[in-house]
């Protein structure tokens, strides 16, 4: 059965609070700006090393040796280049073996990917996922999951995938009083909606009208969502070229305020507004 993953559900496990977030930067061919990708990690799993991929987690234990050893997670992050849609990128992370062992599907659907800027939500991201699980008696607890989502035009798809191994046998092993199968699907799970796009985007539109001696408008990104705390700049024609005339900075909804200086009635006006190298424009709407 093909199973939805809610919000809800995942927020009531008992794996609630995080323990570490590891950050990865993509940018370079097809990137309108870098993207930064950050992991929040499930209740008591921490960096192992130095590397951000993979993730230590509470201690099991063997029923039939008596050992202990630590539970493992592992997470990482690259762009498919090879389609424009969230779900057949997220598909093609996984086989359907895993580390050659049968696997079947256990949950797909859509996700919602927060977008943060400076620690503050600004909206979500619309994504798809799916979760696997290894089919062979005594690897019952080796799931995979893949993520991907889509930051519109200039960008190719951002494509995660997550695999946790240890526990791995629910006949001989049990982690905090669950089984390895239980265990792992909730790390699993939790996991996928520790995934977040920080910082802002590629701005795609810039609105601008004068009103009362003064240029106002809004930023948005390649989704929709405000561009905070970058500059605008507000130009004016002059022959054949634009002159800064007055600069102002987006607030936390992407909006700004410009004073307008002194200038001919008749002067032609644009606002800029750029991230990295990518830059949109619009002409000044003068009221009636």
């Known amino acids: 059965m093909v ?36 992991f929040t990690s499930p ?15 509470p201690k099991y234990t063997n029923s039939v040796t008596g050992n202990e050893d630590e539970s ?23 086989g359907a073996d895993m580390g050659g062992l049968p696997t079947r599907q ?14 503050r939500k600004v909206g979500v991201i619309k994504g ?9 008696s005594h690897y019952e607890g080796w799931f995979e999951a893949g993520l991907a989502f889509s930051l519109g035009t200039g ?12 526990p791995d046998d629910d006949a001989t092993k049990t982690i905090q009083g ?11 799970e939790q996991a996928l909606h520790g995934i977040a796009v920080e910082g802002n985007l590629a701005p795609r539109k810039v609105t601008a009208r004068l009103l009362a001696g003064a240029v106002t408008g809004q930023v948005v990104d390649t989704v929709g969502h405000p561009v905070v705390g ?15 005339a007055a600069t102002g900075t987006t607030t936390a909804n992407g909006r700004y305020t410009v004073r307008l200086p002194k200038l001919p009635r008749s002067t032609s006006l644009r606002v800029s507004a750029a991230v990295e190298s990518a830059v949109a424009r619009s002409p000044v709407l003068r009221s009636p």
């Open 3 to 38: 199973i939805a993953i809610a919000v809800a559900a995942v927020a009531s496990l008992a794996l609630a609070a995080a323990t570490g977030v590891g950050k990865k930067t993509l940018g370079g061919r097809g990137w309108a700006t870098n993207v930064t990708v950050a």
């Open 43 to 57: 209740e008591g799993y921490s960096i192992n090393g130095s590397g951000y991929e993979n993730w230590l987690g």
């Open 72 to 94: 493992n997670l592992s997470f990482d992050v690259h762009p498919d280049y090879t389609t424009r849609s969230p779900e057949r990128a997220a598909r093609s992370k996984l």
């Open 106 to 119: 256990v949950a797909a659907g859509p996700i919602d990917v927060p977008h943060v800027i400076g620690g």
């Open 128 to 136: 798809f996922f799916l979760i696997r699980q290894v089919t062979k």
């Open 155 to 166: 960008y190719p798809i951002p494509a995660a995938d997550l695999d946790t191994t240890a």
């Open 178 to 188: 669950k089984l390895p199968s239980e265990w792992n699907l909730q790390v699993i």
């Open 230 to 244: 970058i500059r605008v700049v507000l130009e004016r024609r002059t022959g054949s070229s634009w002159t800064r």
